[in-house]
């Protein structure tokens, strides 16, 4: 039976009860927060790749974008603050869908951090080789050893991201001896990042070398670049999502916030407001100076993002040095206009501030590797605790092999796309499970409730399914052979040695956590 197995959300709620937060957070500081946390990854690694796609049409993708992350966003506020627990969607899924489900949204998840954590790796290996070997150290790192294979839609004679393999592999490491990273360092890294990103838009905008004809076509490929391309405003909008993941950090610390009812929704949309405001900007300022038309096909389609056609293309003179061929988009349009100095403090801040964000993701994924190895569906020998550093060494390791596996030999928008797929699924069973819990949970406490749920849930389902049909056909394809996978692996192990299906049910498995 499909949904079978649901994990008592009474057993789960019991160990979130006994946690007694004290409410300290108001919407200023909650909008702050999920400022810190969205910004990063996507507008300094992305930019190109959304351009490719979308021509200036790029700034359409970031608002509509934006605007399925906030409807999600709501969703995801009232069942984080109703189930504070470990496991994210997984867990919610659990509590009311159902195992099989709740497997496959596991199975999703562990996807979607490692290839996230690995678009991050090659993003941050662009900047690494660009600004502070080649601007700084006047190293040119060959193709060979820093892009992927041309085979895969890299570079013309690269074979392996050694800077991507090399990062990863130093986060792993850090995670697996149990170094993490601390608030303070955190903060001053989200701090570089604002200030990299306003410099950028304070120096483009009003730049002599703006000019509104950059902006003409806007849509060279139309809204909608048609099923399967991966194209268009839309298909460039389902890429950039990526640049948005992270606001559901202000979902679970709704517990904590005052007056959750108000702070709450102020903080989400308050945060997803400013971010989306911000990328517009960015956007504006990059194709606004140096211009950002994607290159065409000869069908008048752009060349796929990460395409070896693309690659073959932004390797003749008269494309090197365009916008949607840059590594490190950000700095180079900074340099082209002449702010070369300020062009490399922002890769140095880009170099500085993305390692963090792969160690958030990666131990993101050992987290839902570690809940689902627990509550019986993995081998419980993937969540070994070492016995001197105290971490989950074994899950750790894997998830790091995996990444810088993917990281080596696939270029930035197709791991993004990828991830963005795993990423979709959840929030689509995420805004299921709220409108469930409102039939099948009434009476229990919520601190915030999602306003006209019966409009939003819906409008998260469809924005979801919408945008993930607009990915390219390779990425909407690995979700379902990954799931298929996961399927196998669920009916020949989880379903049993599942402890929900073996009557075990604690009410501390659902509140366990790393350290």
């Known amino acids: 039976m499909i949904f079978g197995r649901v994990k008592p959300l009474d057993a789960i709620l019991a160990t979130a009860e006994r946690k007694s937060l004290h409410r300290t957070l108001g919407w200023f500081q909650l909008t702050l927060f999920g400022i810190g946390c969205v910004i990063g990854t996507g507008i300094f690694v992305l930019t190109a790749a959304g351009a490719q796609k979308a021509g200036p049409g790029l700034m359409l993708a970031f608002a509509?974008?934006?605007?399925?992350?906030?409807?999600?966003?709501?969703?995801?506020?009232?069942?984080?603050?109703?189930?504070?627990?470990?496991?994210?969607?997984?867990?919610?899924?659990?509590?009311?869908?159902?195992?099989?489900?709740?497997?496959?949204?596991?199975?999703?998840?562990?996807?979607?951090?490692?290839?996230?954590?690995?678009?991050?790796?090659?993003?941050?290996?662009?900047?690494?080789?660009?600004t502070i070997l080649n601007q700084f150290l006047g190293i040119h790192l060959p193709a060979w050893l820093s892009a992927a294979p041309l085979a895969l839609?890299?570079?013309?004679?690269?074979?392996?991201?050694?800077?991507?393999?090399?990062?990863?592999?130093?986060?792993?490491?850090?995670?697996?001896?149990?170094?993490?990273?601390?608030?303070?360092?955190?903060?001053?890294?989200?701090?570089?990042?604002?200030?990299?990103?306003?410099?950028f838009v304070a120096l483009t905008l009003p730049s002599d070398s703006f000019s509104s004809a950059n902006f003409n076509p806007f849509l060279p490929a139309g809204v909608f670049g048609g099923f399967g391309t991966g194209v268009g405003a839309v298909g460039a909008a389902a890429t950039i999502f990526f640049a948005y993941v992270g606001f559901d950090a202000v979902s679970t610390a709704a517990e904590e916030t005052k007056n959750p009812q108000r702070n709450v929704p102020i903080g989400l949309i308050g945060s997803l407001l400013f971010c989306t405001i911000?990328?517009?900007?960015?956007?504006?300022?990059?194709?606004?100076?140096?211009?950002?038309?994607?290159i065409m096909g000869p069908n008048g389609i752009p060349f796929p993002t990460g395409s070896e056609e693309l690659a073959r293309q932004?390797?003749?003179?008269?494309?090197?040095?365009?916008?949607?061929?840059?590594?490190?988009?950000?700095?180079?349009?900074?340099?082209?206009?002449?702010?070369?100095?300020?062009?490399?403090m922002l890769g140095i801040a880009a170099f500085l501030a993305l390692p963090s964000v792969?160690?958030?993701?990666?131990?993101?994924?050992?987290?839902?590797?570690?809940?689902?190895?627990?509550?019986?569906?993995?081998?419980?020998?993937l969540s070994a605790v070492h016995p001197k550093w105290k971490t989950p060494y074994v899950v750790t390791a894997m998830t790091g092999i995996g990444v810088a596996f993917a990281a080596a030999f696939l270029p930035v928008?197709?791991?993004?796309?990828?991830?963005?797929?795993?990423?979709?699924?959840?929030?689509?069973?995420?805004?299921?499970?709220?409108?469930?819990?409102?039939?099948?949970?009434?009476?229990?406490r919520r601190d915030f409730r999602t306003p006209a749920l019966w409009l939003v849930g819906p409008l998260t389902i469809v924005g979801c399914v919408f945008l993930f049909f607009n990915l390219p056909s390779a990425a909407m394809l690995v979700l379902p052979i990954w799931g298929a996978v996961g399927l196998v692996i669920y009916f020949a192990y989880s379903r049993h040695h599942s402890h929900v299906g073996r009557g075990i049910v604690d009410a501390d498995d659902a509140a366990a956590t790393l350290h």
């Open 314 to 344: 932004c390797a003749l003179p008269q494309y090197a040095d365009m916008l949607v061929c840059s590594n490190e988009a950000l700095a180079h349009v900074l340099r082209a206009i002449g702010w070369s100095k300020v062009g490399n």
């Open 358 to 381: 792969i160690l958030i993701l990666m131990f993101g994924q050992t987290r839902i590797f570690f809940v689902m190895s627990r509550d019986g569906l993995l081998p419980e020998k």
């Open 413 to 444: 928008g197709q791991l993004a796309d990828i991830a963005n797929a795993g990423t979709l699924y959840a929030f689509m069973m995420v805004a299921i499970a709220v409108m469930i819990l409102r039939r099948t949970a009434r009476d229990h």
């Open 64 to 130: 509509i974008a934006g605007a399925i992350c906030i409807v999600a966003a709501l969703c995801y506020a009232e069942i984080a603050a109703m189930i504070p627990v470990a496991g994210s969607a997984y867990t919610y899924t659990y509590s009311t869908m159902g195992e099989l489900l709740a497997w496959t949204v596991g199975w999703a998840l562990i996807l979607e951090y490692a290839v996230a954590a690995s678009a991050v790796a090659v993003g941050w290996s662009g900047y690494f080789s660009g």
């Open 153 to 199: 839609g890299g570079a013309p004679g690269g074979f392996i991201n050694l800077p991507a393999v090399v990062i990863a592999g130093l986060i792993t490491w850090l995670l697996m001896i149990g170094t993490t990273e601390s608030a303070r360092v955190n903060a001053v890294l989200v701090a570089i990042k604002v200030v990299a990103l306003t410099a």
């Open 278 to 294: 911000f990328y517009i900007l960015v956007a504006a300022g990059a194709i606004g100076t140096i211009g950002g038309q994607p």
